[in-house]
C-alpha cells in the first residue's frame, strides 16, 4: 500500500520563475492538503483539495495556486518565485467526510531552493 | 490569534529512560489533537491523536494525556530508544474544519 508520494524531491528555481509540484495521495485518501515548511519550523497550512475543488486555504497570497484531478491526485503552483518561498512543500492526503477529523498522512516533501 | 506552541524546544534524554514532550494551545474550541514524528529529511509521520472526549490514551511505547482546563497536551514515550530521535509536533483542529495547525516542534535527542 504506497503512501503520500511527491514529485520532484529537490528543486532549484531562480527568482520569478513558476514551479509545479506534484503530489499522489495514499490508497483510499480523497483529501490533499499542502503545506509550506520553513527550516526550523512546523508545516503552515497553504490550503486543501476535496473534490476538486479549493476548499480551505492558509494565509498564503495568490502566487500559491492547485489543482486536484479525478484520480485525487494534486498539483501546487507558485508563480513569480521569491527567495522567501525557499522552503520544504509537503503534501498530506487523508479522508473526508464524518464528524471526527482523521490523521493527515504526509509525503516526504519537496525541497525547493529559489535562488 | 489562536495558536499551538511547545515549552521545550529540545529534549535531551539517555537510552531507556522515559521522554515526556509538553505542548500547549490556546484555542479552546480545539477538539481533536494529534502528534507527529519528523525524522531529518522526511515528512511528519503519525504517532497518535487524541479527541477531546479523552483525557489519556495509550499507543505502543506512547501515551498522550490531554488537560483541557489547562489547555495542555503531553506525549509520554516509554523506554526511549536513539531512534526516536526526531522533532516531535503537536497539531490540533476544529471539529470540520480538518485542517490542523502545526505548533514549531520539539527536538527529541537520544543518548545511547
Known amino acids: 500500500d504506497a503512501g503520500v508520494t511527491q514529485s520532484p524531491t529537490h528543486l532549484i528555481k531562480t527568482r520569478g520563475q513558476q514551479v509545479t509540484l506534484r503530489c499522489s495521495p495514499k490508497?483510499?485518501?480523497?483529501?490533499v492538503s499542502w503545506y509550506q515548511q520553513a527550516l526550523g519550523q512546523g508545516p503552515q497550512f497553504i490550503f486543501q483539495?476535496?473534490?476538486?475543488?479549493?476548499?480551505q486555504r492558509g494565509n498564503f497570497p495568490d502566487r500559491f495556486s492547485g489543482h486536484q484531478f479525478p484520480n485525487y491526485s494534486s498539483e501546487l503552483n507558485v508563480n513569480a518565485l521569491l527567495l522567501g518561498d525557499s522552503a520544504l512543500y509537503l503534501c498530506?492526503?487523508?479522508?473526508?467526510?464524518?464528524?471526527?477529523?482523521?490523521?493527515?498522512?504526509f509525503g516526504n516533501g519537496t525541497r525547493l531552493t529559489v535562488t | 490569534g489562536e495558536s499551538v506552541g511547545l515549552h521545550l524546544p529540545t529534549l535531551s534524554v539517555q537510552e531507556g529512560d522515559n521522554s515526556i514532550i509538553n505542548c500547549a494551545y490556546s484555542?479552546?474550541?480545539?477538539?481533536?489533537f494529534i502528534w507527529y514524528k519528523q525524522e531529518s529529511g522526511k515528512g511528519p509521520q503519525f504517532i497518535i491523536d487524541?479527541?477531546?472526549?479523552?483525557d489519556k490514551r495509550q499507543g505502543q511505547r506512547v501515551t498522550v494525556l490531554l488537560n483541557k482546563t489547562v489547555k495542555h497536551l503531553s506525549l509520554q514515550i516509554a523506554a526511549t530508544q536513539p531512534g526516536d530521535s526526531a522533532v516531535y509536533f503537536c497539531?490540533?483542529?476544529?471539529?470540520?474544519?480538518?485542517?490542523?495547525?502545526f505548533g514549531r516542534g520539539t527536538s527529541l535527542i537520544v543518548h545511547p
Open positions: 498530506a492526503s487523508s479522508q473526508r467526510g464524518g464528524r471526527w477529523n482523521s490523521p493527515l498522512h
Open positions: 490508497s483510499g485518501h480523497d483529501t
Open positions: 483539495y476535496y473534490e476538486e475543488e479549493e476548499r
Open positions: 484555542n479552546s474550541a480545539s477538539d481533536y
Open positions: 487524541i479527541r477531546s472526549n479523552m
Open positions: 497539531a490540533e483542529s476544529t471539529g470540520g474544519s480538518y485542517i490542523p495547525t
